[in-house]
């Protein structure tokens, strides 16, 4: 069996357009996501997870190496396809949720759909079903700003899985949750992965990592480690993930 | 002190925040010192029908103070949003709304007195520039100069003085309203989707309508002046009405059509205009209102400058016309036959064409349902005054040369302008017939005035008696006939034909006769000084208005361009291409740039039938060169509007597509 997404000696290089500095933000990633997986890359601010998570979007280039989604290479996605081929196969969820303030709930939902020329009929019974199993139909016709943070993410999962992506793509989702909001959240997010939802998700939060069932951890553009949850509570997961980390940073020093 | 330092300090800091607002404040000012120094310029009330067009340009002068207060509150509103978060930390840091208040205060006194000095100079300077452009315009014998008074000065000071204390207010009516967390976020935080308000729309639509419909139905141009400053007025308010709550009223009202709004191209464009139009409807109106002065003066002056000779013509069919009113007129009409004849020895080579000598009876009136009444001495002319002027059959068949074949209450009508109430009709009781009506009398060129005009060919010499004896009872003066000697001349040279005429005048002043001289040369003459001002004055306006016009596009740009750059990050990370992201700006670019611009020219459209009218009044009849000549205008200011358009667009392209 062929992994959904497979990444081979992904490199990337910022040049500093000033100075003329190069900063190496990935130097050697090698990953590979199996269908209906659930993936946790975790990593310090500046090991390089964003810079990976936005090559995986067809946001940013790789300067070398290779990303192969369903068998596909990014690299044969024209920029002109990338808009097109983002909307069709993948679903984002944002730190900062994304939504469009001049949308309501509903339509912020909807628009990846509207985008893609559907008719209004099939639309209607996605939204209905996307809502429920998230629990926002009282929501919909609100607007962003009316919303607490825990709702509005929830509204943009929502946004990010009605087009049934093959990967959803999440960056630091519960990055600007409470603990509380942030639990209801991964809740969420294992749920939908319980039902065939193939997740990458980058953080730095352990408790959000012990979620998922396998997590990798980057270091200076590399995957330094990686764990799987097997049989684990979250509870166990989250502290052997606590471990590694702990012993991870103190090999640095 | 500490506060007077601060205040200049913030100043000097934020010169990219305040830089469009003084250079639209100097502009302000600058613009009504020049206004001012036009229309309190003692010169132009010497020209000839001047006074007409002291009051247009007073009329102007109004509309541009009630426009420097909306536009001041406008651009202050600008300057303030981008400085709510400033306000906001300056009251974490622990400065009390009371210190707030005095900064502002500070920043207000030294806003006003830059503005105001660097306005005065530079309404000074372009005033005196203006003046010279014109009088080279005029020719240098002309008496328009350029007056410096100090009134002026004085009360574009306090004008501003005043806009500034309202400024000041909104400004601490906007600091106690917010407390300092909400100050700190006050850009980040969503806005409320706007409401459909039906009232206001329907208030727009309603002021809207009947300033159209006042403006449409103007018969006269008396009537013309003073009406359609009201027009205005409400087709001013009803624009602002119908852009601030009608656009977003009717986008709502799309909005509620699932089967239109959820489509790709409808579904960002009409969500995003509603914000769109909530944020800038005031802007755009004003964009209109400004593209509609700018039309209509230049559409106005630049007609009478180019149809002048029409209006010479029009008004002055013959090229002299010498006309005596008095009882027993034989000796003063010798007195002409001696001085037309006399300047022909003086000057041979002058060839006399086409003289006639014409006995009319002229007669103002009222109209009335069944016909007409004399006019009240009393009152001024206005809508429902008509001139009659009665000649005799026998005048007629030698005019004419064609059997009048009238008797009795017959007459035949020559409807020189407006129309007759119907083949019966009565003047002051008299019963009359209109046998025919005729558009044209041979040898006798009718003079096109503004005021409705009917030359009615009666029987005989007792029935204009009869009419004349009950319009004028036992005043024997006003029922003698004036006679008029008309005729053109040709001289081999402009010098020798300004002798001639000037011969004939000298001739008749010094016989002391009531013969008055008409000159088409003369009108000529200061015809050109007033066309020439007119276009000249109305350049100014245009200058100004078109200036305005491109200062808030500029502000509108930059600032939808700051809002909307999130807004289409976020499109292009949900899965819009570039491609489509660029066509929904583009297309909202370009609702926005045609909407005031299409709602001017119908404004413009409506205004058409008093642009004619005022033309009427200064003689040009031509209705086909004012309409050529308006469509000139807007096709010219169109490019004008698109250039800057395209280049302020270019401002909002670079904003929101960095990084992206």
């Known amino acids: 069996m062929t992994a959904l997404l497979e990444v081979n000696n992904l490199k990337k290089i910022y040049q500093s357009r000033r100075s003329g500095v190069a900063i190496e933000a990935l130097s050697d990633i090698q990953l590979e996501v199996e269908a209906g997986e659930y993936v946790a890359i975790m990593g310090e601010s500046g090991s390089g997870k964003s810079t990976l998570l936005n090559i995986l979007a067809t946001l940013d280039k790789p300067t070398s190496g290779q990303v192969m989604l369903d068998g596909r290479d990014l690299k044969t996605v024209s920029e002109k396809e990338a808009a097109a081929f983002r909307r069709q196969h993948l679903g984002f969820v944002f730190q900062d949720f994304n939504l469009l303030d001049t949308f309501s709930v509903k339509d912020n939902i909807l628009l990846p759909l509207v985008l893609s020329r559907m008719a209004l009929k099939e639309m209607l019974p996605l939204l209905d079903q996307v809502a429920k199993s998230l629990g926002i139909q009282a929501l919909l016709e609100k607007f962003p700003y009316e919303l607490s943070g825990g709702q509005q993410q929830r509204v943009a999962v929502a946004r990010a899985i009605i087009t049934k992506p093959e990967l959803l793509l999440a960056d630091e989702p519960t990055g600007a949750l409470d603990s509380h909001t942030s639990d209801q959240l991964l809740e969420v997010f294992q749920q939908i992965n319980q039902q065939g939802q193939t997740i990458v998700m980058v953080t730095h939060s352990s408790i959000a990592a012990s979620r998922a069932k396998r997590v990798l951890f980057i270091k200076d553009g590399l995957v330094f480690h990686q764990l799987y949850r097997g049989e684990m509570t979250n509870q166990q997961f989250l502290e052997m993930i606590a471990e590694t980390m702990t012993a991870l940073l103190s090999k640095e020093d | ?272 205009m509603i914000y769109r139009m909530k944020q800038n409807a005031a802007g755009l109106a004003s964009i209109c209102i400004l593209s509609t002065m700018v039309l209509v003066t230049m559409a106005t002056t630049v007609s009478l400058y180019i149809g002048r000779a029409d209006t010479v013509t029009s008004l002055y069919p013959y090229d002299l016309s010498i006309q005596v009113n008095e009882p027993g007129t034989t000796t003063s009409l010798k007195a002409v036959d001696k001085a037309i004849a006399d300047a022909q020895d003086k000057y041979p080579n002058v060839k006399i064409t086409e003289k006639n000598r014409v006995s009319v009876y002229e007669v103002p009136f009222t109209k009335k349902a069944q016909g007409y009444q004399t006019l009240d001495p009393n009152k001024s002319y206005n809508a429902d005054t008509i001139n009659m002027q009665f000649i005799t059959t026998q005048t007629y068949e030698r005019l004419a040369k064609d059997k009048a074949n009238i008797s009795g209450h017959q007459v035949i009508a020559y409807p020189v302008r407006g129309s007759l109430p119907g083949r019966h009709f009565q003047i002051n009781g008299t019963d009359l017939v209109v046998q025919r009506t005729i558009h044209s009398l041979p040898n006798f060129k009718q003079q096109r005035t503004p005021i409705d005009m009917i030359l009615l060919v009666m029987p005989n010499q007792a029935s204009i008696d009869k009419i004349l004896k009950a319009a004028y009872p036992g005043q024997a003066a006003s029922q003698a006939p004036t006679v008029k000697t008309f005729f053109d001349f040709k001289a081999p040279n402009h010098k020798t034909r300004i002798a001639f005429k000037d011969t004939i005048k000298k001739d008749l002043a010094k016989t002391h006769t009531t013969a008055f001289l008409e000159s088409k040369d003369e009108y000529e003459e200061t015809s050109n000084y007033i066309t020439g001002g007119f276009l000249f004055l109305g350049i100014i306006f245009g200058i100004a208005f078109t200036l305005a016009t491109a200062l808030i596009i500029y502000y509108k740009q930059v600032s939808e361009g700051l809002d909307d750059k999130k807004r289409f990050e976020i499109l292009q990370k949900v899965g819009m291409d570039r491609k489509a992201i660029k066509k929904v700006i583009h297309s909202q670019i370009m609702t926005v740039f045609f909407f005031p611009i299409i709602m001017a020219i119908i404004h413009l459209v409506f205004a058409f039938s008093f642009i004619k009218n005022l033309l009427l009044v200064f003689g040009l009849v031509n209705g086909d060169l004012i309409l050529w000549t308006t469509i000139a205008t807007v096709a010219i200011f169109v490019i004008i509007y698109f250039i800057v358009y395209q280049l302020t667009a270019k401002a909002y392209y670079k904003i929101v597509e960095r990084q992206s």
């Open chain 2, 1 to 272: 002190m500490f506060f007077v330092k601060l205040a200049f300090q913030n100043l000097r800091k934020n010169k990219r925040a305040y830089l469009p607002f003084f250079i639209s404040m100097i502009f302000l000012v600058a613009l009504n010192t020049v206004a001012q120094l036009i229309i309190t310029n003692p010169d132009m009330a010497k020209l000839p029908g001047g006074a007409s067009a002291q009051m247009m340009f007073g009329l102007g002068g109004n509309i541009i103070i009630i426009f420097s207060v909306i536009f001041a509150i406008y651009t202050n509103s600008f300057l303030l949003k981008q400085r709510q978060r400033e306000f906001g930390l300056y009251n974490v840091l622990g400065m009390g709304k009371r210190e707030l208040y005095r900064l502002v205060f500070w920043e207000n006194v030294f806003s006003y007195l830059m503005s105001i000095i660097a306005g005065l100079i530079t309404g000074f300077v372009f005033g005196k520039l203006s003046f010279l452009i014109l009088r080279k315009l005029l020719g240098a014998q002309s008496a328009f100069g350029f007056h410096v008074a100090g009134s002026v000065y004085l009360l574009v000071t306090v004008m501003f003085l005043i806009i500034y204390i309202l400024l000041l207010l909104i400004d601490i009516l906007r600091i106690r309203r917010t407390n300092p967390i909400e100050l700190l976020h006050s850009d980040r935080s969503g806005e409320k989707e706007p409401k459909s308000r039906w009232l206001i729309t329907i208030i727009g639509l309603l002021t809207l309508g009947t300033g159209y419909y006042w403006a449409v139905t103007i018969k006269t141009p008396l009537d013309a002046i003073s009406l359609f400053f009201v027009a205005i007025v409400l087709v001013i308010i009803g624009t602002y009405c119908l852009f601030i709550a009608g656009s977003v009223t009717l986008l709502k009202f799309l909005k509620h059509r699932p089967n239109f709004y959820y489509k790709a191209n409808h579904f960002i464009s009409v969500s995003n």
